[in-house]
């Protein structure tokens, strides 16, 4: 069974996808990140998981939306 990441290694994860460091992640950032692990997925489909996870309703990823993605 696997575990849930600490919150240091999101805020890591945080740190490597946010190219801007506004503390969030985008659907370019996540696209590119994407895109250079081989997982190639449009901006269409990015957006509508971002959307899906955005609880503030920014458009974009922040820490503690990433924390709940990861631990569920």
């Given at each position: 069974m696997s575990r849930a990441p600490t919150r240091q290694e999101v805020e890591a994860l945080l740190k490597e996808?946010?190219?801007?460091?506004d503390k969030k992640v985008s659907v370019d950032?996540?696209?590119?990140?994407?895109?250079?692990?081989?997982?190639t997925l449009d901006k269409k489909k990015?957006?509508?998981f971002?959307?899906?996870n955005d609880t503030d309703g920014d458009g974009m990823l922040n820490l503690e939306?990433?924390?709940t993605i990861l631990s569920s």
């Open positions: 996808l946010d190219k801007n460091n950032e996540l696209k590119a990140f994407l895109d250079s692990a081989k997982c990015i957006q509508t971002i959307n899906a939306e990433l924390i």
